[in-house]
């Protein structure tokens, strides 16, 4: 007997996520299909949350004791995005843990409608680890309150 299908993913609306970001499309973005590659959805998964923590002064790129590694991404796409469309990244947290944060992050067209679903979506699991020895380091209590209000 087999197992029950694994229901498909479904869009979701702006409301479902806590705060957003602007990202402006390049004509590089684009393919020969005439819409963004699927791989430029990644970098914006990265861009979105990373640009969020240091708007938020939690993180510091170059200087900072604690990098975040990605250890697992996932993307589900809905419809397509191209240049030179306008895209808003709505992030939330679904998961604190000691040293890692699994976010969830949605591409919408930012210039559509409020109540419009996400072109794509998915999450990319963060562990933050000390930058010279690449080991495990607890999230610091003002990097977990940043978090909280994602969640």
């Known amino acids: 007997m087999s197992a029950p ?4 993913p479904q869009p979701e609306p702006r409301s479902a996520y806590r705060a957003f970001c602007p990202i402006s499309t390049r004509w590089s973005d684009n393919d020969v299909y005439g819409h963004v590659n699927n791989v430029v959805y990644y970098s914006w998964f990265d861009t979105a949350v990373n640009s969020h923590l240091m708007a938020r ?3 510091d790129i170059h200087a900072g004791q604690s990098i975040g590694l990605v250890v697992q991404t996932q993307c589900d796409y809905f419809a397509p ?4 469309q306008p895209v808003l990244a709505g992030i939330r947290v679904a998961h604190i843990g000691s040293a890692s944060v ?4 949605a591409l919408f067209a930012a210039d ?4 419009a679903l996400c072109a794509a979506k998915g999450h990319f699991v963060h562990v933050y680890v000390d930058r010279e020895s690449r080991r495990p380091r607890a999230l610091a209590p003002e990097f977990l309150a940043v978090l909280e209000t994602l969640t």
Not at 102 to 105: A, D, L, S, T
Not at 112 to 115: K, L
């Open 102 to 105: 699994r976010y969830e992050v």
């Open 112 to 115: 559509g409608p409020e109540d």
């Open 5 to 8: 299908p694994t229901p498909r």
């Open 57 to 59: 002064g939690v993180l």
């Open 81 to 84: 995005l191209a240049f030179p």
